[in-house]
């Protein structure tokens, strides 16, 4: 094969398909579904992109449904006043193995907040069910977008967006409902990537890229430190 007949097939063909491949979300399925095998056997002995699958002919329809949302958690006791319950294949909803999505409810104590965060592998809808809350995101011209939102109302997170909910009453907790399109989305807390990592970031750079000194630093790092 010629010179220019590569160049044209990779123009047209696998650079096409490699742009796709890399933009895609999680992989799509050969089969209706693919339930997790949770049990001790079936996670043990490969590491597999998601769970390994029960064979589908003992599928249950249980297996497609949870209650882990159902239930509120207490957020006021958390340092931002907020809790997430995620679902997962592996511990509350195995039918969705391979699906490539979860659901998350956001219990928001009155004045609670969820710090500014990012999903690297999912893009995310929210949905507010009681209460108000202030959502917003940031893109990567650092151009803001923010919304009040009730209940009723949804808000969309651009997939790795940093991006925050704050619960604007103070007097009343507020829940929200989210979806996304990763069975494991990934969450990174901005001020836990910055102060709590493991070993710590060289203070000199945390002083530099913010502008502070080394007490601010050691500060801020142990009011972190309960969260």
């Known amino acids: 094969m010629g010179a220019a007949a590569r160049a044209t097939l990779i123009n047209r063909f696998l650079?096409?398909?490699?742009?796709?491949?890399?933009?895609?979300?999680?992989?799509d399925l050969l089969l209706d579904y693919c339930v997790a095998d949770t049990t001790p056997a079936g996670s043990s002995a490969f590491h597999f992109n998601g769970l390994a699958c029960i064979d589908p002919a003992a599928a249950r329809a249980d297996h497609?449904?949870?209650?882990a949302l159902s239930r509120p958690t207490s957020p006021a006791a958390t340092p931002?006043?907020?809790?997430?319950?995620?679902?997962?294949?592996?511990?509350?909803?195995?039918?969705?193995?391979?699906?490539?999505?979860?659901?998350?409810?956001?219990?928001?104590?009155?004045?609670?907040?969820?710090?500014p965060h990012s999903h690297p592998r999912a893009?995310?809808?929210?949905?507010?069910?009681?209460?108000?809350?202030?959502v917003g995101f940031a893109d990567t011209s650092y151009r803001l977008y923010t919304q009040l939102l009730r209940a009723g109302e949804a808000f969309v997170f651009p997939?790795?967006?940093?991006?925050?909910?704050?619960?604007?009453?103070?007097?009343?907790?507020?829940?929200v409902l989210s979806g996304l399109n990763s069975q494991s989305p990934g969450a990174?807390?901005?001020?836990?990537?910055?102060?709590?990592t493991e070993p710590r970031l060289p203070e000199e750079v945390l002083k530099k890229a913010f502008k502070i000194t080394g007490q601010d630093v050691q500060r801020i790092q142990r009011n972190l430190a309960g969260s």
């Not at 497609?64 to 209650?67: G, K, L, M, W, Y």
């Not at 809790?83 to 659901?103: H, R």
Request: aromatic share 8%; hydrophobic share 55%; glycine share 6%.
């Open 64 to 67: 497609f449904a949870t209650s």
């Open 159 to 175: 997939r790795a967006m940093v991006h925050f909910l704050y619960n604007m009453d103070t007097a009343a907790p507020a829940v």
């Open 15 to 27: 650079l096409p398909l490699l742009f796709a491949t890399l933009c895609s979300s999680d992989p």
């Open 123 to 134: 893009s995310e809808v929210a949905l507010v069910l009681a209460g108000s809350v202030l």
């Open 80 to 115: 931002f006043g907020f809790s997430a319950t995620l679902t997962s294949p592996a511990s509350s909803l195995p039918g969705a193995n391979a699906q490539g999505l979860a659901m998350a409810r956001v219990d928001l104590a009155p004045g609670g907040m969820a710090p």
């Open 188 to 196: 990174q807390v901005v001020p836990f990537s910055a102060f709590r």
